[in-house]
């Protein structure tokens, strides 16, 4: 039983096959002889480190869900980036927990899928990650962009195919990875939180649009300037998030980079969660025509992203790694990415 998951041009596959005992064994082409191993009747303490944690938590979530696996192995191939903001653990995840559900006959959802596979990274792995990643993983559709209520986990599809208009999606890969995010992720959720609390809203997403200059201000009158940004970087990418897909449903692709532009400098100045690295990126791919780009993913390192006309692509591309040059910094990888579906089963040929 296969399963993939795909963030074009790249894939990662699960092939999972029945065992006669109850222990599940996970390999990886990348890793070579590199093997984690669990016993499904054990607690978690006897989990592995490393990529191998992911998959195993993934069996993990499922038993504590009440879902009957038995014992597997498990073989993957993938060429997601790691460490690049692109959501490799997220499709690892879907694509194992895919391959388990359809070798054992459990039929679950797309964002039921995605629920266990966030569970397994928070619960087994320990990272407190949203449903974001996962939910894209399961539930995107080919051409079209996802718009998720995070709270009531309701999705729209938002159509996205940019080869249509002549553009094209380009991410560049900065290759640069930091160890701030965990601790950095904490303290901005923290700060958000504490705003939320002061404003007297269950989260910043309440404050009713008509209403953000004066929460901002009653926050100023905390004395505490971080939170201010925090907040401002919140409110305003929550309007910003809006008017895409109001432009997107308009069939305006093209007018979406200005918004792009504006929260990365939002992410930059208020969130403060880019890298020089980032925002040299940034400025050159939109002093090099590209119509707007920012930073994905958790920052820090990782990767922007890039709307630019079709034809510019090749241009930009050049000009960013000869900026990045030009600053003393190393090259980054760059391509071009589709909307692509989902995580879903696959039959061996």
Known sequence: MMASCSRSP???????????????????????????????????????????????AVARALLAAGHAIQGADLLIDSDVPIGAGLSSSAALECSVAVALCALFGIELPPMAIALVSQRAENE?????????????????????????DTRTLVAQQVPFDLPAADLALIVIDTQVKHDLMGSAYAERRSSCLEAAR????????????????????????????VLVRRARHVLSEQARALEVVSRLQAGQPETIGELLSASHRSLRD???????????????????GALGARLTGAGFGGSAIALVAEHDVVAVETLVNEGLAERGFGAAACF???ASAGAHEVTAQ
């Open 270 to 288: 208020d969130f403060e969660v880019s890298s020089p690295e980032l925002d040299t990126v940034v400025d050159v791919a939109n002093a090099a």
């Open 336 to 338: 071009t990415v589709v």
């Open 10 to 56: 790249f894939l990662t596959v699960a092939a999972a096959a029945r065992r006669s005992d109850r222990r599940l064994v996970v390999r990886s082409v990348q890793a070579g002889d590199g093997a984690g191993l669990v016993d499904l009747d054990l607690g978690s303490t006897d989990s592995p480190k490393g990529w191998a944690a992911y998959p195993l």
């Open 198 to 225: 002061l404003l007297g809203v269950p989260a910043l997403r309440d404050v009713p649009a008509g209403e953000v200059d004066r929460a901002l201000e009653r926050l100023a009158e905390f004395g505490d300037d």
């Open 124 to 148: 087994f792995v320990g990272v407190p990650c949203g449903i974001m990643d996962q939910a894209a993983s399961m539930c995107c559709r080919a051409g079209y962009a996802l718009f998720l």
